[in-house]
Every structure is written in structure tokens, then in C-alpha cells.
């Protein structure tokens, strides 16, 4: 996703800097979204299309990287559903397997 918002790449980085830093606070932390958010702090990566897709989101939707990100918490378990909200196409598979997709079942969301 391309950010429709116009700011400098100075900005972007700043956001990107502030973002990365809370997942990292959240990698060592639980933060009580479930299995599946919990799982993509550990899984996702800063050169990623998914962390590159997560930036422009928070970019698009004037969302503060340093406030929680209380969003995360409505897939739960529902791997198949955040998945496919927020995993790239091409890293879906790769995201699926490392969190044992196989053993956490695509509840519907509510």
C-alpha cells in the first residue's frame, strides 16, 4: 500500500523509528491482543512489505506509533482473518507457518 498522505521521507522515517521502537517494547512485553498479534511482533521484520504496510497504514490513518495499538486486539486467535488484513499476499505463507496456522484456528471476527 502506498500512502496517500503527503510527507517527507524525513517524516516516514521518524514514524517508522517511533513504530519499531513500541514493537519492540511489545516483543518483550505481552500486551493481551492474543495469540495472533503477539505472534506478528515476533514474526514481522523492519525490510518487510507487512511492516512497510503497517507504517503507511498508521501514516494514512493519522495514528500515533507511540500510542497503544489497541487495534491489534480484535483478531484474537483468528489467524487466517489478520492475516490476510495485514500480511503482505507474498508473506502470507512464511506468516501463517511461523505461527502455527495449522493449530490456531480462522475464528470469525466479532
Known sequence: ME???VISEKERK???EKAWSKAAD???SSAGWGVVADCWMKWVR???PSWDYFVSWLIEN???PGAPWDFLSKYG????CFSEEWIAPEE???FLAFCGA???????MD
Do not use: K, L
Open 92 to 94: 502470507r505463507d512464511e
Open 102 to 108: 495449522d493449530t490456531v484456528t480462522a475464528e470469525a
Open 77 to 80: 486467535n483468528s489467524t487466517q
Open 62 to 64: 493519522n495514528i500515533d
Open 46 to 48: 523492519r525490510d518487510s
Open 26 to 28: 511489545y516483543r518483550t
Open 14 to 16: 521518524t514514524i517508522e
Open 3 to 5: 500512502s496517500h498522505q
